[in-house]
């Protein structure tokens, strides 16, 4: 078999520990047999972070954001211990996925990749259902403080021009505390934009919950520029068959509980904080969750929604075979691939993409899986739990046949 070409490289972002031991694996495995891969690589483990003054970070988003396209391995975010885990380390080098978000934009939409022996924990669940959420302000940038005596609290904008806004928030009597928080149009803006755009590439429907019930002004605006933006697609939703729908977040939360699934669900901060922790668990597991980070002008990075697995990767260096499940990480490539071919207009990158998933679900049906998804496996379900490289050899195995 001929291998697929590229034209356009993908962005590589390697990362650290167990997910960096599987993504040569993965490549050696599952890519270069198959396909003449073209990436621009840049080496985002802690050490090289270190010895780059953290500078090969912020390449890797440019890069991203030039080429559009790019694939990620999980990352250490060091803290204090980690610090005494690699003395030679000269600060506490911010989160990656951070500086590379930063320089990009865009909103991060998650996906369970669901088997068939893996029940979902809410029964009506046919589909997966893909969380977005708005990764910026609310109450996670917020100001907030206690106060003992009595008094009261007013809330003040100061404009360039001179002009103030002045409200009273409250007159107490006794301690209280209080929180100020905030949006930005431009961020509710990008993130609507970033929902509409990938409901239309992904064809799935779109749902935004917030409580603009209670919260008029601030959530209205959320809701309205959710709708301005949707007018600005409402023919390619219609021509596709889609639909926006707003609803208040009790009533959402109490319509996804019953519906099929097969849909995107927007969320402000904190809903989709709380949101996709309900939704990854009651699907399956962090190690079968995606995530890809969408720009409002259509720029992608893709990755698995799992960190580096420390404690796999601690036993494998004491030289034990690990059962760590590759399927997340595999599926950020098959991604990336399967965009990389849509833009650059060809058909066997993409066939390549969806050929490598298909793999992977027939290997998992046929009963092949790591130790996690084997403790998640219906009753009754026939089982062998192998060690991720036999699982990865296995998948070759069946990518090779589907792609003869
Ligand atoms: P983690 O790497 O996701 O692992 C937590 C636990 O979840 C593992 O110990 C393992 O449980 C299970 N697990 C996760 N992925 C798995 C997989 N593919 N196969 C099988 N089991 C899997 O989270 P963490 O231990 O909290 O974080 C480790 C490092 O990852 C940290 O340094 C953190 O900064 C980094 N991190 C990076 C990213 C990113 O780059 N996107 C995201 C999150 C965390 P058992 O041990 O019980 O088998
Ligand atoms: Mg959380």
């Not at 320089?103 to 998650?110: E, L, N, P």
């Not at 006794?174 to 905030?182: D, E, M, N, R, S």
């Not at 002008?297 to 034990?320: N, Q």
Request: charged share 25%.
């Amino acid at each position: 078999m001929e291998k697929i070409t590229m034209n356009t490289p993908v962005v590589e972002i390697d990362g650290d520990e167990m997910a960096r031991i599987l993504w040569q694996k993965i490549k050696e495995k599952l890519l270069l047999p198959f396909v003449e891969l073209k990436t621009e690589y840049y080496d985002l483990s802690l050490l090289n972070r270190n010895a780059t003054d953290d500078r090969v970070t912020a390449e890797a988003g440019q890069a991203a954001v030039r080429l559009g396209v790019a694939v990620k391995c999980a990352t250490i975010t060091p803290n204090k211990k980690r610090m005494e885990e690699y003395p030679q380390l000269k600060k506490l080098y911010p989160s990656p996925n951070a500086t590379i978000r930063s320089i990009m934009g865009g909103t991060i939409f998650r996906t369970p990749i669901t088997v068939d022996f893996v029940e979902p924990a809410v029964r009506s669940w046919q589909k997966p259902i893909t969380i977005a959420r708005h990764a910026f302000g609310d109450i996670y940038k917020a100001t907030e403080f206690a106060t003992q005596e009595p008094g009261e609290c007013t809330l003040v904008f100061c404009g360039q021009s001179g002009e103030e806004k002045r409200l009273s928030v409250q007159k107490v009597t006794g301690p209280a505390v209080w929180l100020g928080q905030f949006n930005l149009d431009e961020s509710i803006r990008s993130f609507a934009k970033a929902c509409f755009r990938y409901a239309i590439d992904s064809r799935q429907d779109l749902w935004f919950s917030a409580k603009d019930t209670i919260s008029k002004t601030y959530d209205g605006h959320f809701r309205a520029v959710f709708e301005e933006e949707f007018e600005a697609c409402r023919t390619d939703f219609e021509r596709l068959g889609l639909r926006y729908f707003y609803t208040l977040i009790d009533d959402a939360v109490a319509r996804v509980m019953r519906s099929p699934g097969g849909f995107i669900w927007a969320c402000k901060n904190y809903d989709g904080d709380v949101m996709s922790d309900m939704i990854s668990s009651a699907f399956s597991s962090l190690a079968m969750m995606t995530s890809v980070l969408v720009t409002p002008d259509g720029k992608y990075e893709f990755e698995a929604a799992h960190g580096t697995v420390t404690r796999h990767y601690y036993r494998y260096l004491k030289g034990e075979k690990t059962s760590t499940n590759p399927v997340a990480m595999i599926f950020a490539w098959s991604g990336a691939l399967k965009k990389r071919g849509e833009l650059d207009a060809l058909p066997a990158l993409i066939a390549f993409g969806e050929a490598l998933e298909q793999a992977c679900r027939n290997t998992l049906n046929s009963g092949k899986m790591t130790g996690d998804l084997a403790a998640m496996a219906r009753p009754g379900f026939s089982v062998t739990v192998l060690n991720s490289e036999e699982f990865l050899d296995a998948i070759a195995e069946e990518l090779t046949g589907i792609l003869n």
